[in-house]
């Protein structure tokens, strides 16, 4: 198999808020990969004493060891299990209550003999890609569905937050494994899959460079390192000739790219 991961912070002034992983059990068969985008809150108190890279560490370690070890457990009560373990982890510190509390974007992989299973909740991405070529990326596109005017609001856009109507992360509420994007392949039907955080996507969703096929085949060629060299460049570019207005010239951008191999070929390792 090849496994390739990169991240890389948006500015030298702040940490890095993505975290990324992936494991492949003792088994010698099947593995996961978390990929996780934390949101950076606006300045001002969001409760809680650690921050979002605290969050998203504890949070992405928590998805991955269950992703791994309880390969009997559906990919929603992964998430949901990792969000309370997290939460009880600060409870007695911060205020969970807080609409701002440390959240993150969730992209899950696990695959098996037999399957492979994905979660997705945010603007991350997901990029599946069959033995034939055919990509097929699965969002969650809810933020998208939210006008640009509204979210430029920030009471506005709290209102939304963790809300039927509006749009849901991980936070500190167990409950919102239920509204992630899941589904089941069977493994024969994959050949490869790529998580991104949106600073990494930006390269289709931004920039329009190519679609997400192109955008994978960029992938299998240059590595992620490429792709996240090619988006930095656009950006610079755009920055210089004034194109759109946005938050962060430069995001945290994270890609994980894994090549999994016929499962009929596979065997336990020695």
């Known amino acids: 198999m090849r496994f390739e991961l990169v991240t890389v912070p ?7 808020e993505d975290w990324a992983s992936l494991a492949l059990p003792a088994s010698g068969q099947g593995g996961s990969l978390v990929v996780l985008d934390g949101v950076t809150p606006p300045r001002g108190d969001d ?3 650690h921050g979002v890279p605290w969050f998203t560490s504890r949070l992405g370690g928590a998805l991955l060891e269950l992703s791994g070890s309880r390969r009997d457990m559906p990919l929603t009560e992964v998430l949901a299990l990792s969000i309370r373990r997290t939460a009880d982890t600060h409870r007695d510190t911060c205020d969970l209550s807080h609409v701002r509390t440390p959240q993150a974007t969730v992209v899950v992989v696990r695959w098996g003999a037999e399957a492979v299973e994905h979660l997705v909740l945010s603007d991350s991405t997901l990029l599946t890609e069959s033995p034939d070529g055919l990509v097929h990326a699965v969002l969650d596109d809810r933020l998208d569905r939210i006008p640009r005017e509204v979210l430029r609001s920030l009471s506005a856009t709290d209102a939304l937050r963790n809300r039927d109507g509006g749009f849901f992360t991980a936070a500190a509420d167990p409950e919102v494994a239920v509204h ?22 930006r390269w289709t ?7 997400w096929a192109d955008l994978m085949a960029l992938l299998r060629k240059e590595g992620p390192n490429g792709l996240v060299g090619r988006v930095r460049a656009l950006e610079a570019a755009d920055a210089l000739r004034g194109g759109p207005t946005r938050w962060k010239t430069h995001d945290d951008a994270t890609v994980v790219y894994a090549e999994l191999h016929d499962p009929a ?3 336990p390792r020695a």
């Open 10 to 16: 948006g500015t030298a002034e702040r940490p890095n």
């Open 47 to 49: 409760g809680c004493v």
């Open 205 to 211: 969703d931004l920039f329009e460079e190519g679609s």
């Open 265 to 267: 070929t596979e065997g």
């Open 180 to 201: 992630a994007v899941t589904g089941t392949t069977p493994r024969a039907e994959v050949r490869a899959v790529a998580a991104l955080t949106d600073g990494a996507s």
